[in-house]
């Protein structure tokens, strides 16, 4: 290979390692249901998976999946989603109709089916639609054929063992990182959507080989009104959870310094094998639901930020009720996953052009604010506390154990990588509540 003279080191990965100061790039991998975005959680409900269509074409559009491999996954299977899931929710889940309503009030009670949560035509195949690539994900990840997966129909982290809750029926993060610690001893768990990653949290609540941590807003009523500070898990799992409990209106340069300063410390701590994002869009200004103030590039700057520890990585999506924005945003992050600068200006030719309107970019202005009540002392000590937590953290034996142990079970075929009870209570020593 001869360098030119124009050429520095510095200006091209191509040149491989030894004469490349920059991140290579990584493998990236796109888990993409192409029927996901075709459910409809009702007219009035915030909730549109069409918005996982839009950013798909804004993807396409800037030519990003020709930089990563694309993916058409499997739905997940009953037995697949029940390695966490009680089989009476699913199998309510998978015989419900919408007319149901009357004739099951108090299962429907049960399940925590209502309002926030409808039962709509295909409500158990979008779950399995969702959770399936995010599993197709964890696949790619652990057998170490790609370096970051993403799936935006994936993050929908408040859905419990056995109830539905804030829009999510099927907790694919759980299911993702179930598998993911079949190979993988440790995992890190980062939610940067606005709401608090409980679904998450609860699952892993006694385990210390997940560390979960959510940024969020709390005022202990915002839904799902947990995820104080002092919630920080529980037995063995003392300290693996910790809540970044934050107040309306902050901003990108509050929100960013505060995620680098915590997040970087808890990868030197914890030492995770892989990292599990969730990237929640309603965490973004102008959010139908949201409350924060962050701009598109501030909430890729997290993903920017997490990807250059250069640990194998799921990213998701969640949160995120102003379509456009949320299509913006998981497009903006994939460019991110797969280090090509796109041009700001949209690509003409892309489907939904006209819904970017009026200024067609994919980083508009952020003019109106929401009245920032978040005081520079409030995120200081916020930070001091996270890394006291840390510092319990360094001395837990899952932490200590650095090596990678050997696969416990082998490569078992697709359809046999449920995982049991048993496999988790007495092998994982991974407890799922309820
Ligand atoms: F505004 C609505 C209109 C119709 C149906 C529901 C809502 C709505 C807005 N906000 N529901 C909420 C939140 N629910 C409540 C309930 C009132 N009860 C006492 C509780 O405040 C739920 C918000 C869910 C947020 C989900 C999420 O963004 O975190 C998400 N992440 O991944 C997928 C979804
Ligand atoms: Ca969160």
């Given at each position: 290979?001869?360098?030119?003279?124009?050429?520095?080191?510095?200006?091209?990965?191509?040149?491989?390692?030894?004469?490349?100061?920059?991140?290579?790039?990584?493998?990236?991998?796109y888990?993409?249901?192409?029927?996901?975005?075709?459910?409809?959680?009702?007219?009035?409900?915030?909730?549109?998976?069409?918005?996982?269509?839009?950013?798909?074409?804004?993807?396409?559009?800037?030519?990003?999946?020709?930089?990563?491999?694309?993916?058409?996954?499997?739905?997940?299977?009953f037995?697949?989603?029940?390695?966490?899931?009680?089989?009476?929710?699913?199998?309510?889940?998978?015989?419900?109709?919408?007319?149901?309503?009357?004739?099951?009030?108090?299962?429907?009670?049960?399940?925590?089916i209502?309002?926030?949560?409808?039962?709509?035509?295909?409500?158990?195949?979008?779950?399995?639609?969702?959770?399936?690539?995010?599993?197709?994900?964890?696949?790619?990840?652990?057998?170490?054929?790609?370096?970051?997966?993403?799936?935006?129909?994936?993050?929908?982290?408040h859905?419990?063992?056995?109830?539905?809750?804030?829009?999510?029926?099927?907790?694919?993060?759980v299911?993702?990182?179930?598998?993911?610690?079949?190979?993988?001893?440790?995992?890190?768990?980062?939610?940067?959507?606005?709401?608090?990653?409980?679904g998450?949290?609860?699952?892993?609540?006694?385990?210390?080989?997940?560390?979960?941590?959510?940024?969020?807003?709390?005022?202990?009523?915002?839904?799902?009104?947990?995820?104080?500070?002092?919630?920080?898990?529980?037995?063995?799992?003392?300290?693996?959870?910790?809540?970044?409990?934050?107040?309306?209106g902050?901003?990108?340069?509050?929100?960013?310094?505060?995620?680098?300063?915590?997040?970087e410390?808890?990868?030197?701590?914890?030492?995770?094998?892989?990292?599990?994002?969730?990237?929640?869009?309603?965490?973004?200004?102008?959010?139908?639901?949201?409350?924060?103030?962050?701009?598109?590039?501030?909430?890729?700057?997290?993903?920017?930020?997490?990807?250059s520890?250069?640990?194998?990585?799921?990213?998701?999506g969640?949160?995120?009720?102003?379509?456009?924005?949320?299509?913006?945003?998981w497009?903006?992050?994939?460019?991110?996953?797969?280090?090509?600068?796109?041009?700001?200006?949209?690509?003409?030719?892309?489907?939904?052009?006209?819904?970017?309107?009026?200024?067609?970019?994919?980083?508009?202005?952020?003019?109106?604010?929401?009245?920032n009540?978040?005081?520079?002392?409030?995120?200081?000590?916020?930070?001091?506390?996270?890394?006291?937590?840390?510092?319990?953290?360094?001395?837990?034996?899952?932490?200590?154990?650095?090596?990678?142990?050997?696969?416990?079970?082998?490569?078992?075929?697709?359809?046999?990588?449920?995982?049991?009870?048993?496999?988790?209570?007495?092998?994982l020593?991974v407890?799922?509540?309820?």
């Amino acid at each position: 290979m001869v360098l030119e003279e124009t050429d520095t080191p510095f200006k091209d990965v191509e040149y491989g390692s030894f004469f490349s100061f920059r991140p290579q790039k990584r493998r990236v991998t796109y888990h993409l249901d192409e029927q996901v975005g075709n459910y409809h959680y009702g007219d009035k409900h915030p909730m549109k998976p069409h918005r996982i269509t839009i950013a798909n074409h804004l993807v396409m559009g800037y030519g990003l999946h020709n930089k990563m491999d694309v993916y058409s996954p499997r739905k997940a299977t009953f037995n697949e989603m029940a390695s966490f899931h009680r089989e009476d929710y699913l199998d309510f889940l998978q015989r419900v109709t919408p007319d149901d309503a009357e004739t099951y009030a108090d299962t429907f009670q049960n399940f925590n089916i209502g309002a926030d949560c409808p039962i709509f035509d295909g409500v158990y195949e979008f779950s399995q639609r969702s959770a399936g690539a995010s599993l197709d994900a964890s696949r790619k990840l652990t057998q170490g054929q790609t370096d970051i997966a993403i799936n935006w129909s994936g993050g929908l982290h408040h859905a419990k063992r056995a109830e539905a809750s804030g829009f999510c029926y099927v907790n694919d993060i759980v299911l993702a990182i179930l598998n993911m610690l079949r190979y993988f001893p440790r995992v890190l768990y980062i939610d940067i959507d606005i709401h608090h990653g409980d679904g998450v949290q609860q699952a892993f609540y006694e385990s210390d080989r997940v560390l979960t941590v959510s940024f969020h807003k709390y005022n202990g009523d915002f839904f799902p009104a947990t995820g104080n500070f002092d919630e920080n898990g529980i037995k063995g799992g003392k300290y693996f959870a910790m809540n970044i409990p934050l107040d309306d209106g902050i901003g990108d340069d509050q929100y960013t310094s505060l995620y680098k300063s915590i997040i970087e410390p808890t990868i030197n701590t914890f030492q995770p094998s892989a990292i599990v994002l969730q990237c929640g869009a309603d965490s973004l200004g102008y959010d139908r639901l949201g409350v924060f103030n962050l701009s598109i590039r501030a909430h890729g700057e997290c993903v920017k930020f997490t990807k250059s520890f250069n640990i194998p990585m799921l990213v998701v999506g969640g949160g995120g009720y102003t379509l456009r924005n949320v299509a913006r945003a998981w497009c903006y992050e994939t460019s991110i996953c797969v280090d090509e600068s796109v041009p700001s200006q949209l690509p003409k030719d892309t489907s939904y052009y006209e819904f970017f309107s009026p200024d067609y970019t994919l980083h508009p202005k952020l003019i109106t604010k929401i009245e920032n009540k978040n005081s520079p002392k409030m995120l200081e000590d916020l930070r001091i506390r996270a890394l006291e937590q840390l510092r319990y953290l360094g001395s837990a034996p899952s932490v200590q154990m650095q090596q990678i142990p050997p696969d416990l079970t082998g490569h078992l075929d697709e359809e046999d990588e449920c995982l049991n009870d048993e496999f988790l209570d007495k092998v994982l020593d991974v407890r799922v509540n309820g």
